[in-house]
Structures are given as C-alpha cells and as structure tokens.
C-alpha cells in the first residue's frame, strides 16, 4: 500500500493525535519508507541527513513500541545538541502517551541524570562516553531495552565513538531491534552493522539524480532563532513581486505569516488546516496581487496552480531532493526569470550537499543583506521605477487632481518629497527618515527602530532606554519614543545616531534575547 498520511501507518490514535499537533501534514519519504519496516519489528539501515524528518521516522515507531514504564528504548547520538532535539521530538510525539524521554550527555551533572533515571524514564538519548559512564557505575540498566538507535553513525565513526558504541551494544539484549542513521556509508559502519544487526533492510532518500530548469538557486546560512529577522532582510534586498515560501510544517506557516504581519509585511499562509473556502480565498488575494508573500506547506502547495512567481523561498529546507526541485521549479515558468532561496541552518549543509548532487548543480552562497545594504537598495529600485514612470505620458485624471489641488497650498518640491516618503512607507511618522536623508543632524530627525524584544522578555521603555543609552553611548534623553508590545517593540532614536545603534547593539544579549534591530517597516 502506498503511504500518503499518517492515518496509513497502523499507530496509536495518541501518537496520530500528537503528529498533527506538531504541524506535520504527511509523512516525509524517509517516513513512508522506514516506518512500516520498523513497525514490522525488523532492523533498518537509513541513509539519511538531518532535514529529512529522521527523527520521526525512528521516533514514532519507537512511542508506538513502548508498553511499561520500564526503559525500553536507547538512542545513540554523536553530539549534546542533537541528543537534546531528538528527545524533545520524541517528547513532543509521545506526549499523550506521556512517554518519559531524558537526554544524558557530557558536560552535565551525572548526580541529576541519576535521580532523572530513576523516575522511570523509558526512553533515554544520550552521547556516548556518558552513557557508557552511567552503564559503568550501574546507574543505567539496559535488559528491558527492545530498540537501540544509532543516529548519525557516521558523525560517531569520525568522532572516535565506534569502540563506546560496541561497549554499550553488549549490555543490551541481542533480541533487540537495531537501527542505524547515516548520511554516508563508509565501509567501517557496514562492518558495524554486519556485525551488530540482524539481517537489516536498507533504506535510501539519496536518490539518482535529476535535473533542475535554469533557475538561480543561492542559499544562506541562518540560526534558527534568527531565521525571521534574515528573511525579513532578504525580502527587503529582492524585492520580491509574489513570493512563495515554503515552511516544513502548519505550525510554522501561521507562526511566519504572524511574524510577517507584524513587521508590515502583506503575507497569508495555506495548510492543509484550511477550509476549502479559506484556501480559495487566500489563492484569489494572492492571484490578484494584494497578497506579496504566500506562506505555504508542500502539501498545502501540491497542485497550486500559480504562474508569474518572481520567487520561491524555503525557509525551511525541504525534506528530498524531489520536493527541492518540485518547490522551486515553480518559478521561471513559461520563460520567465526564476529566483530560488534556500534558507539552511548550520546543521543542514549535509542535506543541502544531498540535493545539489542530485540535481547536478551547485547552490551558491549569498549572505544575508546588511540593513543598510537594504535599504539602499530600496532606494535604487525605487528610483529605477520612478525613472519609468517619469518617462511615461500623465494622464491619470485622479493623480492630476490631487497635484492640482496640492499645488494650490505647497510647493511642488514639497509635494513631491510627501509622495517619495510615501513610497518608503514613511509616512506614518511625524518626522523620521529611515537612515536616508543626507540632511539627519536635527535633533528632530528621529529613526524608529524595530528592535525584537517585548513584554514576554519581561522588559520595560527604561530597560530598553537604559541599554541602547549605555550600549552605543547616547545620552538617555536623545532616545525618544519607546512603545513596547507583546513580543517586539519601536524605539526612536536620532537619525545621526542610528548606526552607531545598530553598529553596538546588534546582536548583544538583552534580557537573554539575542538582539536583532531594524528600521521599523511600514510597506503599505
Ligand atoms: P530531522 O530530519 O529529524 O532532523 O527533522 C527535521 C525537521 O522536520 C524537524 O523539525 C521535524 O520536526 C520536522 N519534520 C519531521 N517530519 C516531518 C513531517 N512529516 N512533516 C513536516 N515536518 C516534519
């Protein structure tokens, strides 16, 4: 049977329940592939990288498994980080199960692991040498243990772990069931799982490769937590006429467009959480061109029928190579020019590598524009239009009109640096020049800033006024109006001052928030 949803798999309606809370609309191909296998009780080889939705794809048979509150299930990782994010993903799939998953790793108290233990954990994902440690001073007992999961083997083999890992393999029972994550298969690992499993079925996402239309494809690096900032920086730089960005879940779709509208930017998300109705609606506003930025899962995208995208955005990298080339092949359609932008987070270059040998083309790297750089470039293509429109005939009777009754009471210079703030979105302020007037030594002449720190950081107008005066050495009563919301807030600064702002903050940790500041936006 071919898998096309989670309801496919013969699982728990807990753990069906939980997939959906995590915003996952259908399983990746990994998932199709590895979790029926595993279900079945056999060991499994996955050649995979993280991005692929791995994770899952052990983590759901593994909650499906569990039937006592004994440990009965060992995950084996090479890294702290990655030991932390695979328990949360296994917390967060077992969580109406009420699975009780702990990471154990070097560098943390081992007095607090053993009470953690204690509890009556049944999952446990942890490095190496401290499981080890733990499994020596008989802290660990791995006899009620059915899967061992050995996630990026070859990460381990590099790191020297491969003797820890055959130490640990002899405490665990030999009926067993072994599972083995890898991106690459070097012969030593083989030899591994020769040794160690049981008549393992392979499994691969590295698929032959396939060939990408002339489309420019960049990529840039970005932190999650600043994955929303380097976008908004991103869209500012290109300028984009209708974008569709891409978001590996529903979840992060509705947080996006949020984080979207709020910094003014005209965006709508589709999921398969939508009605009909709301689907066709978001389509026709996106059709018509009032909507610039369409935030969407694949699913939700399969099948849209959407010409003249001037860019398709992943701000998530997708899951395969196939869904690479399905994404951005939607745009430079029908001879047009087509920008692709992949957003890849220091983790997942192994995958972008996957993708760019399946579709024989090298991704090149473009870093995330600066805010000055942005907004000069705002400046030049509003100019560039302008030069166009300068060239053409007038004979908008509307447009006229108004010239003609403005001209009665201002000047036309007056008039016409009205309308170019306008253009910047500028007009929403009593005086303020976004950074770009040359003429920025009044006092008055003030910037107003998004910086991305609010209320939930438990920070108030003197906290902010108190660091940026302290932070880039302004005096506290230059800084004017501070207004402060949920979860970011404008500050005004003057103008003169405003990079030196930029130049010390950005960046700096504020309330334990990492600081990110902008001009504040105001598109439309
Ligand atoms: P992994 O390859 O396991 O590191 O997963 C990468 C990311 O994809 C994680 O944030 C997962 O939560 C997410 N993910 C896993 N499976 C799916 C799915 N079927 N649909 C959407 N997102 C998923």
Redesign the pocket.
Known sequence: MKIKSFADFKINKKILHAVVD???????PI?SMTIPLLLSGKDVIGQAQ???????AFGIPIVEKITSRELQALIITPTRELAI?IAE?IKNIGKYKRINVLPIYGGQPIERQIRGIKRGIQVIVGTPGRILDHLQRKTLNLNKINIVVLDEADEMLDMGFIEDIENILSYAPQTRQTILFSATMPPELLALAKKYMNNPEYISVIKEQITVPTIEQYYFESKEKNKVEDLCQVIDMAQPEKALIFC??KKRVDSLVENLRIRGYIADGLHGGLTQRQREKVMQNFRKGNIELLVATDVAARGLDIDQLSHVINFDIP?DPESYVHRIGRTGRAGRSGVAYTFITPEEYKHLRAIEKVIKQRVNRKNIPTVMETLENKKSYLYKRLLKLLEQEDNNKQVLDLLNELSGHYSYQKIALAALRLCFGDDNQESSNNGLSSDSNKKSDMVRLFLNIGKVNKIGPGDIARSIAEGASIPENAIGSIDIFDRFSFVEVPANLSEKVFQLMQGINLKGKILNIEPAKNRK
């Open positions: 995590m915003g996952f609309e259908a399983p990746s998932q993280t991005g692929t939705g791995k994770t899952a994010q993903e590996r879940t899951q």
